[in-house]
């Protein structure tokens, strides 16, 4: 069971740099004016997403769902559980929409500012707060 936290929280820890990063490049890939620095970006955002953040969040839901597997009856009657299961579904939402975003710049169809970005950026920051909030403050064994 331990060893089942302990690669779920890696694989956590994992997919939220992916969470971070990427909108951070995006902000950064808006700005840009200059080709070969559009190109690095593309490559940048494609590899963090499809090489680490969509492989990180895989892991992070079956490492997560085999350890609440492992003790459901608590897990099920626990209200933090649920509500930290509808921010993990929103955050699933996210990093597909940080997809679509991979997609649209690689298409230069993008029409977000870099000043959007930075806003989009703040998102996962919110969502890891109140689910570490949930998880530390849950009530115990």
């Known amino acids: ?12 820890v994992c997919w939220f740099a992916m969470l971070f990063y990427l909108p ?15 190109e690095r970006f593309k490559t940048m955002e494609r590899k963090l997403y499809r090489g680490i953040g969509t492989p990180s969040m895989i892991a992070s839901l079956l490492f997560g769902a085999w350890t609440a597997h492992l003790n459901w009856q608590y897990y099920a009657e626990s209200t933090w559980f649920w509500l930290k299961m509808a921010l993990v ?11 679509v975003y991979v997609k649209k710049f690689n298409n230069e169809t993008v029409n ?3 000043i959007f970005f930075r806003w989009f950026n703040e998102f996962p920051v919110i969502i890891l707060i109140v689910v570490v909030f949930l998880v530390v403050l849950q009530k115990p064994l």
Do not use: P, W
């Not at 069971?1 to 956590?12: D, R, Y």
């Open 24 to 38: 951070r490049l995006f902000v950064y890939h808006a700005a840009t004016e200059d080709e070969a620095g559009k």
């Open 112 to 114: 977000k500012s870099h």
């Open 1 to 12: 069971m331990l060893v089942l936290k302990a690669l779920h929280i890696i694989s956590v």
């Open 89 to 99: 579904i929103v955050l699933v939402g996210y990093h597909h929409i940080c997809g």
